[in-house]
């Protein structure tokens, strides 16, 4: 997993994460589900997402095969 978080925000800006998945085998398929700790989801291996409030955000992945 590459995650991409700047280290620093400001009050009232949107915070961009990004957050890519690689999977190096070659026959296998994987699907993964991303709950990014604010109510949103995501099920797809790459993807940005903004968090618009001030926090601190617990961000849970499940990868099936």
Do not use: C
């Not at 915070?15 to 109510?39: A, C, M, Q, R, T």
């Not at 001030?54 to 990868?63: A, C, L, P, Q």
């Amino acid at each position: 997993i590459k995650a991409v978080i700047p280290k620093r925000g400001h009050e009232g800006t949107p915070i961009p994460l990004s957050l890519v998945i690689y999977d190096e085998g070659k026959n296998d398929s994987h699907s993964v589900f991303w709950d990014l700790g604010d109510n949103n989801q995501d099920s797809t291996m790459e993807f940005t997402h903004q968090y618009v409030d001030d926090g601190e955000y617990t961000i849970n992945i499940s990868v099936l095969k």
